[in-house]
């Protein structure tokens, strides 16, 4: 898989501020490691929705939906 050019090497977001992000290339490691995520995020996440913090996007396009949601999301951190 080809990974945008903005992708993180060292694992740091220079947009958000993440310090975890990683590149997982095995659909069976993603599929649990967002499962995972997910079940840590369930309670916390009406919260952000409710400040209207939290960005909602579908993904339909894969990789190619990328470039799409980078913006929504820096838009969302800036306003």
């Given at each position: 898989m080809n990974?945008?050019?903005?992708?993180?090497?060292n694992g740091f977001c220079v947009d958000c501020g993440s310090?975890?992000?990683?590149?997982?290339?095995?659909?069976a490691v993603f599929e649990e490691t967002f499962k995972q995520y997910e079940e840590k995020?369930?309670?916390?996440?009406?919260?952000y929705q409710e400040l209207g913090l939290l960005t909602n996007f579908e993904?339909?396009?894969?990789?190619?939906?990328y470039e799409v949601l980078r913006?929504?999301?820096?838009y969302n951190i800036k306003h």
């Open positions: 990974w945008p050019s903005q992708f993180p090497e310090t975890n992000i990683k590149h997982i290339s095995n659909e995020c369930r309670e916390i996440l009406p919260f993904v339909r396009n894969g990789l190619r939906d913006q929504r999301v820096q």
